[in-house]
């Protein structure tokens, strides 16, 4: 079992920049390729970043490739997400999710761990 807590949602303007963490406990971290998602209102929950295991190799949805990064820090048990230039269109709840592969996956079926989901709003 591994419990994934996220922080750093908030209120910013558009262009703003928010880094959005995600602390893990439980199993180890090192084992699981880490991603965030998002689910705008009366949408279905759509990938937005991911990263494989020990970091080296990461992989973004077409629309934040260029302004958001994903990173972790395996010895902290914590993944990040910079968002920059922020758009009110990413304005939704933001999860991050752990899925024990080998391979990175960029699809919400395949990830077996979800923390509560933190909220960014970006005003316009």
């Known amino acids: 079992q591994v419990q994934l807590v996220e922080s750093g949602g908030g209120l910013v303007q558009a262009g703003g920049s928010l880094r959005l963490s995600c602390a893990a406990s439980?199993?180890?971290?090192?084992?699981?390729?880490m991603g965030w998602f998002r689910q705008p209102p009366g949408k279905e929950r759509e990938f937005a970043a991911a990263?494989?295991?020990?970091?080296?190799?990461?992989y973004y949805a077409d629309s934040v490739k260029g302004r958001f990064t994903i990173s972790r820090d395996n010895a902290k048990n914590t993944v990040y997400l910079q968002m920059n230039s922020l758009k009110p269109e990413d304005t939704t709840v933001y999860y991050c999710?752990?899925?024990?592969?080998?391979?990175?996956?960029?699809?919400?079926?395949?990830?077996?761990?979800w923390g509560q989901g933190t909220q960014v709003t970006v005003s316009s």
């Open positions: 999710a752990a899925d024990l592969s080998t391979v990175v996956r960029t699809t919400s079926v395949t990830f077996d761990y």
């Open positions: 439980g199993r180890i971290f090192s084992n699981y390729v």
């Open positions: 990263i494989s295991r020990g970091g080296s190799n990461t």
